[in-house]
């Protein structure tokens, strides 16, 4: 069975950073594209970003240049790195399975504000 | 990027009669490899995001077969032949086709 865990969500101050980890089970991680999808509260999904099994990463623009994604395949885990945080990144982010929404986490809380 | 626009928004529903979704792109979600990348979630209030079918017209495993997908092209739909208590919640199409990747906007479906 597929197993998403989501963690490292906080309130933090706008311009600040944090890092986000997903830790994943359950089938094969290493040839499996990975993605972060987000969702502001009382909204509409959002694509974040996603990373492929060899490492090539795409963004969306609204966070492009602000967030990373990366990828450990030792340890079965993808982080997406939040610099320069906004009030607009406030959301639940849920880490995906592949790019197709496979499977869900169950989310980790952004709270960006002063 | 493709915008995807679903109506309606809200769709108050009887149950055990039926329910329709549209999703419509702004470009053809048709891939070069001849494929149609267009998916359908479902998600109950406070629980994340199920995917219910998969390339237009594949249900995933364990979604009930009163769930149906169709369309080509543009223009996709999601219809559930009778409403049951669980269905409710809000539907969202989503295009991987093209980067970068994009969902509609949802409709909730609620029971009259």
């Known amino acids: 069975e597929v197993h998403l865990l989501e963690s490292g969500g906080a309130l933090v101050q706008p311009g600040g950073s944090l890092r986000l980890s997903c830790a994943a089970s359950g089938f094969t991680f290493s040839t499996s594209y990975m993605t972060w999808v987000r969702q502001a509260p009382g909204k509409g999904l959002e694509w974040v970003s996603s990373i492929t099994s060899s490492g090539s990463t795409a963004y969306a623009d609204s966070v492009k240049g602000r967030f990373t994604i990366s990828r450990d395949n030792s340890k079965n885990t993808v982080d997406l790195l939040m610099n320069t945080l906004r009030a607009d990144d406030t959301a639940l982010y849920y880490c995906?399975?592949?790019?197709?929404?496979?499977?869900w986490g169950q989310g980790t809380l952004v709270t960006v504000s002063a | 990027d493709v915008v995807m626009t679903q109506s309606p928004l809200s769709l108050p529903v009887t149950l055990g009669q039926p329910a329709s979704i549209s999703c419509r792109s702004s470009q053809s979600l048709v891939d070069r490899d001849g494929n149609t990348y267009l998916h359908w979630f479902h998600q109950r209030p406070g629980q994340s995001p199920r995917r219910l079918i998969y390339?237009?017209?594949n249900r995933d495993s364990g979604v009930p077969d009163r769930f149906s997908g169709s369309g080509s092209g543009t223009d996709f739909t999601l219809k559930i032949s009778r409403v049951e208590a669980e269905d409710v919640g809000v539907y969202y199409c989503m295009q991987v086709t093209h980067w970068p990747l994009t969902f509609g906007g949802g409709t909730k479906v609620e029971i009259k």
């Open positions: 390339k237009v017209s």
């Open positions: 995906t399975k592949g790019h197709w929404g496979d499977d």
